[in-house]
């Protein structure tokens, strides 16, 4: 029911735009979340937002990433720029908090 869209290699510097389709169930009541995994790490959310667009960032991304939803097609978007290479790694979207139940990720590679 979630799955992440728009990944690829970029050079540091760059900009990527992942979109994440979600259940009209899902989404609709949710505050939605982009989440980030790095090689070997945990999975942390980097971005959320509710459902009336209220959006908020961890100190890695802010100011760098922008968080965005369309009600009517289900989707959240997150516009990435000024990418580093630790942003490398694989991105989930899913509500927040999230479900234990993961869809399908991303990758985003930037090479320096």
């Known amino acids: 029911q979630l799955q992440a869209f728009g990944g690829g290699l970029v050079q540091a510097g760059g900009s990527l735009r992942l979109s994440c389709a979600a259940s009209?169930?899902?989404?609709?009541?949710?505050?939605m979340g982009w989440f980030h995994q790095a090689p070997g790490k945990q999975r942390d959310v980097v971005a959320t937002?509710?459902?009336?667009?209220?959006?908020n960032y961890t100190n890695s991304v802010r100011g760098r990433f922008t968080i965005s939803r369309d009600n009517a097609k289900n989707t959240v978007y997150l516009q990435m720029s000024s990418l580093k290479t630790e942003d490398t790694g694989v991105y989930y979207c899913?509500?927040?908090?999230?479900?234990?139940?993961w869809g399908k990720g991303t990758k985003v590679t930037v090479s320096s």
């Open positions: 937002i509710t459902t009336g667009s209220t959006t």
């Open positions: 009209r169930f899902l989404f609709r009541i949710n505050t």
């Open positions: 899913n509500k927040w908090p999230a479900t234990p139940s």
